[in-house]
């Protein structure tokens, strides 16, 4: 295969986790924005994430501007890099890698939320492509300024945080859905990640910068959403706390290229 194969990432703003007897309808509701994106080439008898050799199996070498654990839904990224290259760029592959995150316990409502495609994507049922429901919110034109905080295995996160993240996680999802827009969205996404912990150690107070219309936390992840003319300025001021990575906000879907 000579093509390649674009994949936004995704990254929560907030969710509820819903479990039941099968993968299919098992995952989460809750919006987040897609991000991106990793690119997967096909090749050779290993895959791996940015030079990290991952498993032997499917020849596919993923690159992307995000590291994976962090909270960027890399690992979504990579089961849909797989499905694609066993099942080719339709409904099926997705089903395949949303069942793989589900059993490996990497996550619940990011393979519906890139099959989705969009910006701002709301996922409204739980489960596979197919089973779950989603839909997708255009977003202003703001650039987002994106930081890796520090790198946490999904599985530890959902059961540490478990009780917040289902009560903060329901409470977002019923007042977001009473007015589901972008600038709602950036409110409970604040919110939550306040109510589970995940803005601590200042992060909050970023929110006072000049030309910060809003920011949240995911895991490892810190999302600032910044008027266009001040995202340098805020690039500079978050320097110390990881990586930093800018992206404008715009439509993104899985395709080749
Ligand atoms: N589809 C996959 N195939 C192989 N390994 C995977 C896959 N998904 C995740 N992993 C492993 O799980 C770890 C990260 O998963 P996770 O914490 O959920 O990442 P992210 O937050 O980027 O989605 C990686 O270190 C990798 O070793
Ligand atoms: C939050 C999470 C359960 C995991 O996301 P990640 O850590 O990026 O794999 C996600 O899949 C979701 O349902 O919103």
């Known amino acids: 295969m000579n093509r390649r194969l674009f994949i936004p990432h995704h990254v929560t703003g907030f969710w509820t986790p819903v479990y039941s007897e099968s993968e299919l309808t098992t995952g989460s509701i ?18 791996s994430y940015n030079g990290a050799m991952l498993e032997v199996g499917v020849g596919a070498r993923i690159a992307s501007p995000f590291p994976l654990g962090y909270g960027y839904a890399g690992s ?34 990011d393979v519906l939320a890139i099959y ?11 489960g596979a492509p197919g089973v779950g429901e989603a839909f997708s919110l255009p977003c202003p034109g703001l ?3 994106a930081v890796d905080l520090r790198r946490e ?11 917040a993240i289902l ?9 977001f859905m009473r007015n589901p827009s972008f600038e709602s969205f950036l409110e409970h996404a604040y919110l939550f990640s306040k109510r589970v912990g995940f803005l601590s150690g200042g992060l909050a107070d970023l929110r006072r910068l000049p030309g910060v ?7 490892g992840v810190l999302l600032i959403f910044v008027e266009r003319d001040k995202a340098r300025d805020v690039t500079e001021a978050v320097r110390g706390f990881g990586g930093v990575h800018l ?6 879907r899985v395709t080749w290229i």
């Open 30 to 47: 809750g919006a987040g924005i897609l991000l991106g994106g990793a690119l997967a080439f096909y090749h050779g008898d290993y895959v």
């Open 76 to 109: 979504a990224v990579v089961s849909i890099a797989k499905a694609v290259a066993e099942a080719g760029l339709g409904r099926e592959a997705f089903v395949k890698a949303h069942v793989e995150e589900v059993l490996r316990g990497t996550g619940l409502g």
């Open 153 to 163: 295995d999904t599985s530890e996160m959902l059961k540490m945080r478990r009780d």
């Open 116 to 126: 989705t495609g969009g910006c701002l994507v709301v996922r409204t049922r739980p």
């Open 167 to 175: 009560e903060a996680g329901s409470e977002a999802v019923r007042g």
């Open 213 to 219: 219309v809003g920011l949240y936390a995911k895991k």
């Open 143 to 145: 650039i987002v300024v």
């Open 247 to 252: 992206a404008a906000l715009g439509e993104l």
